[in-house]
């Protein structure tokens, strides 16, 4: 079975087909980083325009790097929320209307699950079921995976998205959009013993998290130094990295401890961050535990995890109309199981 996935809920088109005996056959990512640049943030409506320009050319492109003619695709997939309106509208009419020219299905994916299948488009896939600890620019969530479809939110960030602390903490700095890498990268050259900020919510029980007290104390220290120079920035970087990656391991911890489940997965965005691999990665192992995640380039938005995600539901025979249909909220909790 061979699957088009495609992915435009926020600043990324992409474009991937995912082929069930041979795996990614093709997997295009064009980003509108330079457009959104100036801005410090996505700006919706130049972001839809740029989907409408681009996917139906990336779409030509993947058929024919895989050698592939419509005839040869069985169905497609396209991101159907959440995310910004607009940009979802441009993914999936142009899915249904390739739907309706092929005679072929298309199905609305979650962008969440699709993060979450990410994983096991590697070597070593998970098995249910796992926590998932869901890490992007919109989301912080730890769930309870059963099995594909059949998510129990077990806690969420009650403000700010750790992604979203990491691009606000950037901005704060003066460093470039998105933040996370810009932070991490700036944070390497810190020193950990300079700041300590608080890792918030670790006190109380519960699998919740909160970002933005944190956020507000990083804004608190910048204010209080007279320049902000190199040195500053590596250092408050590297504390407020400290800060997000040691809360996020309080709570994974704690949700394995409660759950008796020895299996972690993170997925999104940050989980790209290689100190939050490091630190997850000798929490799971003292812990008897595994940790997955997917490959670097797989961790923020693309195509493959959406043509992923359509294959697993695709091939069990889930249908829907071709009525154009995105929903810019949506709880990964209320999928339908597979
Ligand atoms: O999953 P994603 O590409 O888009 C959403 O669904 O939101 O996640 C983007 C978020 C941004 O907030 C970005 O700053 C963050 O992921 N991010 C990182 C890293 N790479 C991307 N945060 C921390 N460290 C990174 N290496
Ligand atoms: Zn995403």
Redo the contacts with the bound molecule.
């Keep these: 079975m061979k699957v088009i996935g495609i992915e435009t809920?926020?600043d990324?088109t992409g474009v991937a087909i995912y082929d069930s005996n041979k795996g990614l056959i093709a997997d295009l990512l064009y980003s509108q980083i330079q457009l959104h640049k100036d801005y410090g943030g996505v700006v919706p409506e130049i972001a839809s325009r740029d989907h409408i320009r681009k996917t139906m050319p990336m779409i030509h492109e993947a058929l024919v790097m895989s050698n592939c003619s419509p005839e040869d695709i069985d169905g497609i997939a396209y991101t159907a929320g959440p995310g910004l309106i607009g940009a979802l509208l441009v993914g999936s009419s142009i899915a249904k209307s390739l739907a309706l020219a092929w005679g072929i299905p298309a199905l609305g994916i979650h962008?969440?699950e699709g993060?979450l299948l990410a994983a096991n488009l590697s070597d070593e896939p998970p098995s249910h079921p796992f926590i998932a600890l869901l890490?992007?620019?919109?989301?912080t969530q730890l769930m309870r995976c059963e099995n594909y479809g059949n998510y129990e939110l077990l806690g969420e960030s009650v403000d700010d998205?750790?992604?979203?602390a990491?691009?606000k903490v950037?901005k704060m700095l003066g460093l470039g959009y998105?933040?996370?890498?810009e932070?991490?990268k700036a944070a390497k050259k810190g020193d950990h013993n300079r700041f300590t900020f608080p890792r918030p919510m670790t006190n109380k029980p519960g699998l919740n998290f909160s970002f933005s007290g944190l956020k507000t104390f990083v804004l608190n220290t910048i204010n209080d130094l007279e320049h902000l120079e190199g040195t500053d920035i590596a250092d408050i970087a590297c504390a407020f990295e400290d800060a997000v990656v040691d809360t996020i391991r309080i709570k994974c911890e704690r949700a394995l401890k409660q759950t008796g489940l020895n299996s972690l997965v993170i997925a999104?965005?940050?989980s790209?961050?290689?100190c939050?691999r490091d630190v997850l990665g000798m929490m799971t192992s003292k812990n008897d535990c595994k940790l997955y995640y997917p490959e670097t380039n797989l961790?923020?938005?693309n195509g493959a995890m959406i043509a992923y995600a359509g294959y697993q539901r695709l091939s069990i025979g889930q249908s829907e109309s071709l009525e154009i249909k995105v929903r810019p909220r949506w709880p990964l909790n209320e999928l339908v199981a597979t």
């Excluded at 890490?135 to 989301?139: A, N």
């Excluded at 998205?161 to 979203?164: C, D, F, K, T, V």
């Design positions: 809920s926020c990324e962008h969440m993060h890490v992007s620019g919109g989301h998205a750790a992604g979203e990491f691009d950037a998105p933040g996370g890498p932070v991490a999104g965005g940050v790209a961050n290689l939050l961790c923020t938005d």
